[in-house]
């Protein structure tokens, strides 16, 4: 039996609702950029989500606003900004930095956008 954290931050069996994987971080050290690492990582990513007995229907995640090559990227992978949260970052300096929610859905359930 698989538990899964839910929408609403609840701890809940993996077969009740809809289920998503989030992606908390995804590095690639900059001299080894630009050699398909990240893609790969994505494309190996999304074929164990497809294989997994647990019902997934998206894949999310949150990026700085101001990081438009990663943005960039995600977009390319098929997500779209779903939301803009103020202050979700809090930055070396102290300061705070805005956040986009990115979506993708898997298995072209796009009606899981909404």
Same mark, same amino acid.
């Given at each position: 039996? $698989?538990?899964i954290e839910? /929408?609403?931050n609840e701890?809940?069996n993996a077969?009740? =609702?809809k289920?998503?994987?989030?992606?908390? &971080?995804i590095l690639v050290?900059?001299?080894?950029r630009?050699y398909?690492?990240a893609?790969q990582i994505?494309?190996e990513?999304?074929?164990?989500i497809?294989?997994?007995? +647990?019902p997934? =229907?998206?894949?999310q995640?949150?990026?700085?606003? =101001?990081?438009?090559?990663a +943005?960039e990227f995600?977009?390319?992978?098929?997500f779209?900004?779903? /939301?803009e +949260?103020?202050?979700?970052?809090t930055?070396?300096n102290g300061?705070t930095?805005? $956040?986009?929610?990115?979506?993708k859905p &898997?298995?072209?359930?796009?009606?899981?956008?909404k």
């Open positions: 039996m $698989a538990w839910n /929408e609403k701890i809940t077969k009740e =609702d289920k998503f994987v989030h992606l908390m &971080i050290l900059e001299k080894y630009r398909q690492i893609s994505f494309e990513l999304e074929n164990l497809k294989n997994s007995e +647990i997934l =229907d998206r894949i995640l949150h990026v700085l606003k =101001d990081n438009t090559p +943005i995600y977009m390319k992978k098929g779209v900004i779903k /939301e +949260i103020k202050d979700y970052y930055l070396d300061d930095g805005t $956040a986009l929610l990115m979506v &898997i298995l072209g359930k796009e009606n899981n956008l």
